[in-house]
C-alpha cells in the first residue's frame, strides 16, 4: 500500500466556510491522511471538533507553534508532513514562515499574505528550501479551465487580443449596509483581511487565472474601486483595465455587492482565431467560438481534451464533477510534487501565483487612491 502524504490542517474548524472542501478535496485521490492540527483558537472547541471528524486528540495542538514544536520532536516517518493554512487572512503568513523554516511543505489558502512585502519574505525563505509551497486559487484545478490553458498555450485561438473576467457575488450586500455588521465581519477589517476586500478576496481569484490560463503576465492596471460608505475602508466592488501590452487588453470586473449573484465567476479570452468561455456556476461546458464554425462545447472526460484535462477528471463523460473536484486536483498536483510524479505546467498554484496576487492586489489599491492611474506590475 502506498503511503499517504501526512496532512495537519490549520482554521478550517466547523464554524469555517472552506474547511470541508479542504477535507474532502485532500481524500479524493486518495493521496493524504489528515493526522492533526489546530481548527479553531478555542482549545476546547479545537477538541470538540477533532473529535467529531474522527481524529486522535493527541495531534490536536493548542495553537501553531506548539504544533509544530511537537511535531518537530516526532520521528520523521511519523511527522505531519504538508500543512493546510485555512484561517483568516493574517494568520497565513506567521503560519506559513514558521512551517516553511522547519521544513514542512505548505497549502495556503488565498490571498497568500496580507501585504507583498510579506510575500517576498516568504519566497526568501521558500527559495532556500526544497519545499513544495501551493496556494490554493481553487478554480485552477477545474478540467475545463486546464482544456482551455492548454488551448491558448497550442495556439487554438491565435494570439490573444482581448480579455474579460467577472467575478460578481451579492453575498456582502446585507452586510455593508448595516453599520454593527459591517464593523463585526472580519473581511473587513483590515487588520484581519489585508488593505482589501473585494479584490483580495475574489479579484484576485480572476487575476490569477487570467495569467493562469494565457501564460502570460499582466504588465499594468488601473483601478476604480467602491467602498460604498465613507466609514468603511475596505473596498466591495471594482473595475480593473489590464494591459499586458498596448495591444494587448481587457478587464477585470469584482464585485461583492452586485446583489443577488452567488458566485458568478466568468472567464473569456479571445484571440485572433476564436474565443474560449467558461462559467464557474457552470463549470462542464468550455464555449469554444470561432467565426468558420458555429459554436462549439466540450466537455470533461472525452478524449478530444488535453491530456492535462483528462488527468483531472475522475468519471466518464456526463458524470457531472465540481468544486470539491477542483480543489481535489490541486491537492493531488500537490502530491505528485512531493512523490516526484508531476508531469503538467499548471498542476497547482505556486508561491510565485501567490506573489502575483498580492502585488496585484496592493497595485489595484495603489492605482485607485492615486487618482485612477495607470501603475506598472513589476
Ligand atoms: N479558495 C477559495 O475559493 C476560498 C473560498 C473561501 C475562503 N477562502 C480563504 O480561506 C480562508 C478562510 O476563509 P473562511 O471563509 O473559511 O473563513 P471562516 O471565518 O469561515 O473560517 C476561519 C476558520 O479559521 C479558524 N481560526 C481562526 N483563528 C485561528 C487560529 N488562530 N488558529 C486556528 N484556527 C483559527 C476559525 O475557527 C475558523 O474555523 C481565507 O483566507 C479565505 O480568503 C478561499
Known amino acids: 500500500m502506498k503511503n499517504k502524504i501526512r496532512l495537519g490542517i490549520l482554521g478550517g474548524g466547523g464554524d469555517s466556510l472552506i474547511g470541508i472542501v479542504h477535507r474532502i478535496a485532500s481524500s479524493m485521490h486518495d493521496s493524504y491522511e489528515i493526522i492533526g492540527g489546530v481548527f479553531n483558537p478555542d482549545f476546547s472547541e479545537n477538541l470538540k ?87 490554493t486559487y481553487t478554480y485552477t484545478g477545474y478540467p475545463m479551465i486546464r482544456q482551455m ?58 487575476f490569477d487565472m487570467l495569467e493562469y490560463v494565457t501564460g502570460m503576465e499582466v504588465e499594468e492596471l488601473l483601478s476604480d474601486l467602491n467602498y460604498v460608505y465613507d466609514d468603511n475602508i475596505m473596498d466591495v466592488d471594482g473595475t480593473i483595465l489590464i494591459r499586458f501590452s498596448d495591444k494587448i487588453k481587457g478587464v477585470i470586473r469584482a464585485s461583492q455587492i452586485a446583489t443577488g449573484e452567488e458566485n458568478n465567476f466568468t472567464v473569456a479570452i479571445y484571440g485572433k482565431k476564436g474565443g474560449l468561455k467558461w462559467e464557474q456556476q457552470n463549470p ?18 472525452h478524449d478530444y481534451n488535453s491530456n492535462f484535462a483528462k488527468i483531472s477528471t475522475k468519471l466518464p463523460p456526463g458524470h457531472p464533477e465540481g468544486m470539491f473536484d477542483s480543489m481535489a486536483n490541486i491537492y ?43 501603475v506598472k506590475l513589476n
Open 284 to 301: 462542464n461546458y468550455l464555449y469554444y467560438l470561432s467565426e468558420s464554425n458555429p459554436l462549439r462545447i466540450l466537455k470533461p472526460g
Open 49 to 135: 471538533f477533532a473529535e467529531e471528524i474522527g481524529l486522535k486528540k493527541n495531534r490536536i495542538y493548542e495553537d501553531y507553534e506548539k504544533m509544530i514544536n511537537e511535531e518537530l520532536k516526532l520521528d520523521e516517518n511519523e511527522r505531519i508532513q504538508a500543512v493546510s493554512i485555512l484561517t483568516p487572512n493574517f494568520l497565513h503568513y506567521p503560519m506559513a514562515k514558521k512551517l516553511l523554516e522547519n521544513n514542512f511543505n505548505v497549502i495556503c489558502e488565498k490571498p497568500m499574505t496580507t501585504t507583498y512585502g510579506e510575500a517576498k519574505d516568504l519566497e526568501k525563505i521558500y527559495k532556500s528550501r526544497n519545499l513544495t509551497f501551493a496556494v
Open 149 to 206: 490553458k492548454e488551448m491558448i498555450k497550442s495556439g487554438e485561438i491565435g494570439d490573444i487580443q482581448r480579455v474579460d473576467l467577472q467575478y460578481y457575488q451579492g453575498w456582502i450586500n446585507p452586510i455593508i449596509h448595516d453599520s454593527k455588521k459591517r464593523s463585526e465581519t472580519w473581511r473587513l477589517q483590515p487588520d484581519k483581511s489585508g488593505i482589501s476586500c473585494c479584490i483580495g478576496d475574489i479579484g484576485t481569484h480572476a
Open 332 to 374: 493531488y498536483g500537490v502530491a505528485r510534487e512531493i512523490n516526484g510524479t508531476i508531469e503538467f505546467d499548471g498542476e497547482y498554484p505556486s508561491l510565485n501565483d501567490g506573489l502575483r496576487g498580492m502585488m496585484f492586489i496592493e497595485k489595484a489599491v495603489e492605482s485607485h487612491k492615486k487618482g485612477n492611474i495607470w
